[in-house]
């Protein structure tokens, strides 16, 4: 399969995963107060959004470019 296939697939995938979830979510451990042997910490939640407009034009990309990666030359 050429290159442009498999960034097409990874972009199919990518267009999926961003329409069935609408983004995704992660924690980081943050120090609050950090004073000499007293150290305290907080988990701090993080979202960052996928629209589905974007979902929608990376799964069209995909499409288009495994359609182009797949023609005979």
Do not use: W
């Amino acid at each position: 399969m050429k290159p442009a296939g498999i960034i097409g697939i990874i972009l199919i995938a990518i267009g999926i995963i961003a329409l069935a979830y609408g983004g995704f979510s992660y924690t980081t451990r943050e120090k609050v107060i950090d004073a000499g042997p007293l150290q305290v910490s907080a988990d701090r939640h993080k979202t960052i959004p996928l629209p589905p407009l974007l979902g929608g034009i990376c799964l069209v990309g995909g499409i288009i470019l495994v359609l182009a990666g797949n023609k005979k030359s």
